[in-house]
Nanobody
């Protein structure tokens, strides 16, 4: 059974940084694309960043380009989201997700497994 465990969330002031981690277990990590999503209260879950199986191809939401960086280490079965220049509008629960394919899917329905989420709160 696949398990995704996020960590690294917390409270930070605007302009600050956080690094989220997601540790995966249960199937061959290096085969599958990984992504980060977020969900703010009263809003739909949205894509933040994705990384393909190799780590070379990355996609970002326009709202985080230039501020967030996704990376992975297949030897450690871990994916990270480095978040810099945080804004109050980045406040949300952040979820790690594993796709059923090697490249980053466009549709949320193509993600097979999800973590429990970690809260990120950015104060103004």
């Amino acid at each position: 059974q696949v398990q995704l465990v996020e960590s690294g969330g917390g409270l930070v002031q605007a302009g600050g940084s956080l690094r989220l981690s997601c540790a995966a277990s249960g199937r061959t990590f290096s085969t599958y694309a990984m992504a980060w999503f977020r969900q703010a209260p009263g809003k739909e879950r949205e894509f933040v960043a994705g990384i393909d199986w190799s780590g070379y191809n990355k996609n970002y939401a326009d709202s985080v380009k230039g501020r967030f960086t996704v990376s992975r280490d297949n030897a450690k079965n871990t994916v990270w989201l480095q978040m810099n220049s945080l804004k109050p509008e980045d406040t949300a629960v952040y979820y790690c997700a594993q796709a059923g394919i090697s490249w980053v899917p466009a549709q949320i329905s193509e993600y097979d497994y999800w973590g429990q989420g970690t809260q990120v709160t950015v104060s103004s």
